[in-house]
């Protein structure tokens, strides 16, 4: 075993030597067109409660995988003890700036690389305190996975899961997000309040799985439970022993994530790329991830909504340069033909001949989570919609029906009558209404473009509602 071990960190390295030698000869463009067909590529975000360890976890996977050496650890490790907070210093490799280091909570979305036998992943490390739950959208909508991380700590799975807790509300908007497959890890295992005690994680096991159910995951399917301790890394890299923990038979943390089994985005589809971020490099670069068709050097498309032709004249897989890039890749793309102030985050790069949508006002399928104390859901009804990287302030100007789960599956179509419209809808609510916003945005039919149709409202921090689009104004008008 250890054999194969060590040669796994030398091809790690090797890769990694590989990298930085591409970045070193930008001027060679000596680019690999094959690499993307060796590994998949998946993104995976990590959420859960403020301190379960998110980072903490993210960067003993850094670790593992080879991504950060011995000496660089050494440092954190000073640095946190300096800060006389010992226990965070494998977060250090994740949280790199002051404020995170200081407060210990991930603000920004931070970002990283590792690899596993078949797959390559980014991780999204999600903020896990309240008034960062924007940022950890911006983070969810982008992955493919999620990787769940619960404290199993006496008192800390309870405050983050209770009423108010972020467990809660980040796992249904992993779901709405289009985080299709969850690996749920119990942390902190190895702490003293817990021993590896399998009544605990029995406990925290039975409360979630109900949970996960009523968000809409198939736990049999679509989660799988784990023990882990992030702060030293067991049962992550490498099964774990016996001496340790005496009933856990079960795989770890790194054969999950390797084998999990994920839809396909469709290489050959339209281009869709929604922008997350943009600046200026002797060009305009946008940066985002794709998630439908293929993007290659020299490729016209367009910019929507404000139809601006523009031509790829780079891109950029992380660090390397790459002649083109495929569906659930993040990526950066130099474009000539049009301005950096023209481009805003929430526009969608997309194929000219199939451009996205681009739309003021949209049909909606919600589910009311959780109304701020005293509201009611009516027409009139304002809230700030977040759907793939549009942020944008908008109102329900019509509901249309309200969908009875239970009754939904009895009731015969042809023998169906025309419902009144209803006047206004309760917490827990299904409810078919259509939303305004100011201005365009490029939004698809969930059934079309789940990633694009997706969405949550929110008012004053708080997330109110999830849904999908249902259906958008016929192509070329923005409204009904």
């Known amino acids: 075993m250890a054999g194969t071990g060590v040669e796994k960190i030398q091809s790690s390295l090797e890769s990694l030597e590989l990298k930085t030698n591409v970045a070193t000869q930008e001027d060679a463009h000596v680019v690999e067109d094959d690499v993307d067909e060796t590994k998949r590529h998946l993104n ?34 000073k640095e946190a003890k300096d800060k006389s907070r010992e226990s965070w210093y494998m977060a250090y490799i994740m949280d790199t700036n002051e404020e995170e280091r ?28 309240k008034s960062y739950v924007p940022n ?58 817990v021993k590896w005690s399998k009544e605990r994680y029995d406990e925290i096991e039975a409360k979630m799985v109900p949970f996960l159910k009523s968000s809409g995951y198939n736990v049999k399917k679509d989660v799988q439970f784990l023990p882990i301790s992030g702060l030293v890394g067991t049962n992550m890299k490498t099964r774990m022993d016996k001496s340790i923990c005496s009933w856990w038979d079960g795989p770890c943390l790194f054969e999950v994530l390797d084998r999990i089994e994920v839809p396909l985005h469709d290489p050959k589809g339209p281009v869709r790329m929604p922008i997350i971020d943009k600046y200026k490099d002797m060009g305009t670069v946008v940066m985002g991830k794709i998630e439908s068709g293929t993007i290659r050097e020299g490729d016209s498309l367009l910019v929507m909504p ?13 660090e390397s340069k790459v002649r083109r890039a495929g569906p659930a890749e993040n990526v950066r793309v130099k474009l000539s033909g049009v301005e950096e102030e023209d481009v805003m985050t929430g526009f969608v790069l997309s194929s000219v001949a199939n451009p996205a949508g681009a739309v003021s006002e949209f049909i909606a399928q919600l ?64 409810v078919v209404c259509r939303i305004q916003v100011n201005n365009l945005i490029c939004i698809e039919k969930f059934s079309d473009f789940p990633q694009l149709g997706r969405f949550t409202l929110r008012t004053e921090g708080k997330t109110v509602a999830v849904g999908k689009v249902v259906d958008v104004p016929p192509a070329g008008s923005p409204t009904f």
């Open 102 to 129: 200081v407060k210990g909570k991930t603000v920004e979305v931070g970002r990283a690389h590792f690899e596993t036998e078949h797959t390559r992943f980014t991780i999204l490390d999600a903020p896990g305190h």
């Open 44 to 77: 995976a975000v990590f959420i859960g409660h403020v301190d379960a360890g998110k980072s903490t976890t993210g960067g003993q996977i850094l670790f593992l995988s080879g991504q950060v050496d011995d000496r660089t650890i050494q440092k954190y490790e």
């Open 306 to 318: 404000n139809k601006s032709h523009v031509k790829v004249i780079g891109l950029n897989l992380d």
């Open 136 to 193: 950890m959208i911006t983070g969810a909508s982008q992955a493919d996975i999620g990787v769940l991380v619960i404290s199993a700590r006496k008192g800390e799975f309870e405050t983050g899961y209770e009423r108010g807790g972020q467990t809660r509300e980040h796992v249904l908007l992993a779901k709405t997000l289009g985080v299709a497959k969850l690996v749920v890890v119990i942390n902190k295992m190895d702490e003293p309040t």
């Open 367 to 430: 589910q009311i989570l959780e109304l701020l104390d005293n509201a009611i859901f009516t027409a009139g009804y304002k809230a700030v919609l977040h759907i793939h990287s549009v942020v944008e302030e908008c109102e329900i100007v019509e509901l249309i029906e309200e969908i009875d789960m239970k009754k939904k599956k009895e009731a015969d179509p042809k023998k169906k009558k025309p419902k009144r419209k209803p006047l206004f809808v309760k917490n827990g609510a299904i």
